[in-house]
């Protein structure tokens, strides 16, 4: 196991053989006699305590703590003064600036070493309590992924036709929203709102989604519900409100002639507007009880037909891009759509706690 790194910042000289004569048994030192020396260094960030003079010539202390405070990489490095001076001011501005501690000069050598013994052991106790967080976290956020995807196979599991559309649609959607230069975080949601757009299901009689033949009116109203019911399941989980818009407005219309509040364009939530590529997509090249899976190149036309009526210009043009690129016509195979979509949730979910 590596010593902890002390990195001393101080323009004298016989400070940086003093620190080394009490803690260079313990630690690995290095010593700058600048905080612009330090900084250019890189060891800033790497280290595990920083002893800084408040007093220097040029740039002093409190100003070289403002710059490790507002770079990411030195932000969490906790700082230990070294002054001379024992006014009460000094002090309480250190504290502002975000000092961990004080230790005055000259400093009696078991001062400096308890001290900093007891700042280095904090702040990996501080550490180890952020990964183990990130890690509960990670193990939640898998269990939650897969509570959702249990919950679209049972909505799935009402249509014949359909078994596995959920989880396909929720691989298209995550493909949509990288083509769209989202984020990992958005497309994470984005994926997630794919798997339970259609929960609503849930509340629609079997015979009627399964029914092989025209439905009535009647019947079809029945099945736009599940569009408000979806929205009733999902709006009371606080901590993603957008699985309840995916599911309210996927099948609004760009033009507004949709379903079950007429939105147009931009007023139609931008997931929604996205959960409707994809959803249409795996309706147009999956075997359903009042189609068949269509050519590709007829799929592609609709999305160019369709565009600025049924569908968001800017998503529909990244969909067919996402074709162009799909040369073997592999996205419409079942297993590739339940493989991609699995991938992308474990890549997703993984890549939001990569730096924790």
């Known amino acids: 196991m590596r010593k902890p790194l002390i990195v001393i910042v101080d323009d ?3 400070i940086h053989e003093l620190a080394r004569n009490i803690l260079g048994s313990e630690y690995e030192l290095k010593a700058y006699a600048s905080g612009d020396d330090c900084i250019a260094s890189g060891m800033a960030g790497l280290a595990d305590l920083i002893l800084l003079d408040v007093k220097m010539p040029v740039k002093g202390g409190m100003e070289v703590m403002k710059e490790l405070r507002a770079d990411p990489k030195t932000a969490g490095v906790p700082v230990i003064f070294l002054t001379g001076d024992d006014r009460r001011d000094t002090e309480v ?11 005055r000069k000259p400093f009696a050598a078991e001062v400096l070493r308890q001290r900093v013994r007891h700042t280095v052991e904090l702040f990996r106790l501080q550490n180890d309590l952020q990964r183990e967080v990130a890690i509960q976290t990670l193990k939640v956020e898998h269990l939650s992924e897969e509570i959702m995807i249990a919950l679209a196979k049972a909505v799935d599991a ?12 929720a691989g298209y959607a995550a493909l949509l929203a990288l083509k769209l230069g989202m984020n990992e975080e958005e497309q994470y949601k984005i994926h997630s709102l794919g798997l339970l757009h259609d929960v609503g299901k849930i509340g629609v009689p079997g015979e009627i989604i399964n029914k092989p033949s025209r439905l009535t009116d009647e019947e079809f109203d029945q099945i736009k ?20 818009t995916g599911a309210r ?12 509040d007429g939105r147009a364009g931009e007023d139609i939530p931008y997931a929604a507007r996205i959960i409707c590529v994809a959803d249409c997509y ?14 590709q190149d007829k799929v592609r036309s609709e999305f160019v037909r369709c565009s600025g ?16 690129e799909d040369i073997g016509y592999l996205m419409n195979e ?3 759509g339940r493989s991609a979509a699995a991938s992308n949730a474990a890549l997703l979910i993984a890549r939001r706690h990569r730096e924790m």
């Open 158 to 169: 009402k249509d014949h036709y359909t078994n596995g559309h959920s989880v396909r649609v």
């Open 282 to 295: 795996d309706a147009m090249t999956s075997n359903r009880s009042y189609s068949t899976i269509r050519e």
């Open 249 to 260: 407005w996927h099948h609004e219309k760009y033009d507004g002639s949709g379903y079950p």
């Open 12 to 14: 004298e000289v016989l």
């Open 93 to 103: 501005e250190g504290f502002k600036a975000g000092a961990w501690d004080f230790v």
């Open 309 to 324: 009526t049924q569908f968001d210009p800017k998503i529909a043009e990244k969909m067919t891009v996402l074709m162009d």
């Open 225 to 244: 519900k599940h569009t408000t019911m979806g929205y009733n399941i999902l709006k009371t989980i606080t901590e993603l409100p957008e699985l309840a």
């Open 334 to 336: 079942k297993e590739y």
